[in-house]
């Protein structure tokens, strides 16, 4: 596996690698980035999230690869989670292949109570 892929992972460290969330953008947004253009409308930018939201990203490299992705507050207020689990699939980090996520369960924690769907 490429150093990429271990430093994202953790380098097998139990429990994975926390990443947090600090900017967003579109789909378009990355293609005109990527283009060296400006994005096809005002929507399609990035924005900074970091202090509006608090996000963790995980990756486990386990045998079942696991990764969760979810916010856990929003404007200050937290006690709560709401996001996913899911197996993901990197055939070839060397070559920049897409990455797959294939989601397990959606999760909601609030005031001591967790739900699955």
Do not use: C, H
């Given at each position: 596996?490429?150093?990429?892929?271990?430093?994202?992972?953790?380098?097998?460290?139990a429990?994975?690698?926390?990443w947090?969330?600090?900017y967003?953008?579109?789909?378009?947004?990355?293609?005109?980035?990527?283009?060296?253009?400006?994005?096809?409308?005002?929507?399609?930018?990035?924005?900074?999230v970091?202090g509006?939201?608090t996000?963790?990203?995980?990756?486990e490299d386990?045998?079942?690869r696991?990764n969760?992705?979810?916010?856990f507050e929003?404007?200050?207020?937290?006690?709560f989670?709401?996001?996913?689990?899911?197996?993901?699939?990197?055939?070839?980090?060397?070559?920049?292949?897409?990455?797959?996520f294939?989601?397990i369960?959606?999760s909601?924690?609030?005031?001591?109570?967790?739900?699955?769907?």
């Amino acid at each position: 596996k490429g150093s990429f892929f271990k430093k994202l992972s953790g380098e097998n460290r139990a429990g994975g690698k926390r990443w947090r969330l600090v900017y967003l953008a579109t789909r378009n947004a990355v293609v005109a980035a990527r283009k060296g253009t400006d994005p096809p409308s005002p929507l399609d930018r990035g924005w900074y999230v970091d202090g509006i939201v608090t996000a963790v990203q995980r990756f486990e490299d386990t045998s079942r690869r696991i990764n969760q992705n979810g916010v856990f507050e929003f404007l200050g207020i937290g006690g709560f989670f709401f996001g996913y689990f899911a197996r993901f699939k990197w055939p070839s980090p060397e070559k920049r292949a897409t990455m797959a996520f294939q989601p397990i369960t959606n999760s909601f924690t609030a005031f001591g109570k967790d739900w699955s769907w």
